[in-house]
């Protein structure tokens, strides 16, 4: 860490631990961390809000009463807009450490810092090409109040919020009629579709199919993505998706021929062959009462 003027202190991490120059500091836990002082540990806890940003830091005063140490709320992409207490945290929105250094407010996600100031990394996004239509410097698809980057890669989130991000879009990644990476031209690529979108959000289905199995793949090599068959064999084992009789949004809906993401009542995103990505009433059609399987995402069957 460097200071203004010719002070200049060394801090290092070590897993949960951080050290000021060769001096224990911080212990971090699954709640907040452990401060040590000269004479004692002080425990600290956070509350923090849906996108893990830390709103509340408390710990126990004298008597083991609960005393607030740190209030902070934030604008939407993360600039602090009022701290009610000025506690010495620096683990705050989206749980980042805020760099202090220079004062320039930077938030380090790990793989690249984060300006709060103005929306954007400083970098560009080391997995650009999954994005075409976004700026490389981008923050979360412009979408912070559904959606966190956990390591400055790539955003995560709500699987129906990130599906709706793509409506109306088209791209070489789910194009009809351009083979892509030993997808077909003339192919469905629906499946390939579902599958990004669940592994943005944190659900990959996996990919369970052998190369050689079918023409489609991801990629040159390796495995491929489940087929939209696939999701509607109900014999078919996916990785984290089990068989549900009712169906809410962030489920997945497969004919056998066709699959998209439950986005509503009765309704899905899917990405069709010529119109893009679509949000309708396939999947709940009545002349598909009984032919369509949904399937609902349970981490424990994975």
């Known amino acids: 860490m460097i200071t203004r003027g010719a002070n200049i202190s060394v801090r290092t991490y070590e897993g949960g631990f951080e050290y000021a120059g060769e001096d224990l500091s911080i212990i971090h836990t699954g709640e907040g961390f452990v401060q040590k002082t000269s004479t004692a540990f002080v425990y600290n806890y956070y509350l923090k809000d849906h996108l893990g940003n830390t709103r ?22 993360g600039l602090e807009h009022s701290s009610g207490l000025s506690g010495d945290n620096k683990y705050l929105y989206n749980g980042k450490e805020l760099q202090s250094e220079m004062d320039l407010g930077w938030l380090d996600y790990g793989w690249r810092m984060y300006d709060p100031q103005i929306g954007r990394w400083n970098v560009i996004d080391p997995l650009a090409e999954k994005y075409p239509s976004y700026s490389p ?65 944190g659900q990959s289905p996996g990919r369970p199919n052998e190369p050689g199995r079918t ?6 090599e390796g495995k491929r993505p489940p087929l939209a068959s696939q999701w509607a064999d109900a014999e078919f084992e996916i990785p984290g998706w089990i068989i549900t009789n009712s169906p809410q949004p962030g489920d ?11 986005s509503g009542s009765r309704m899905t995103i899917s990405a069709t062959p010529r119109n893009g990505v679509v949000e309708n009433d396939w999947g709940f059609r009545e002349d598909q009462s009984g032919t369509v399987v949904f399937r609902t995402y349970n981490q424990e069957s994975q």
Do not use: M
């Open 56 to 77: 509340v830091v408390f710990g126990e005063g004298s008597g083991g009463q609960l005393v607030v140490n740190q209030t902070t709320d934030y604008y939407p992409f």
């Open 137 to 201: 410097y981008n923050y979360v698809l412009n979408n912070p109040v559904r959606l966190v980057d956990p390591d400055g890669r790539s955003p995560w989130g709500d699987v129906v919020a990130l599906a709706r991000l793509f409506l109306d879009y088209r791209n070489d990644q789910w194009n009809f009629d351009t083979e892509i990476g030993g997808f077909l031209a003339g192919e469905p690529k629906c499946n390939l579709f579902v599958y990004d979108i669940l592994t943005l959000s």
């Open 215 to 220: 023409s489609q793949l991801r990629g040159a």
């Open 252 to 262: 997945v809906a497969s004919d056998g021929n066709h699959v998209g993401i439950v």
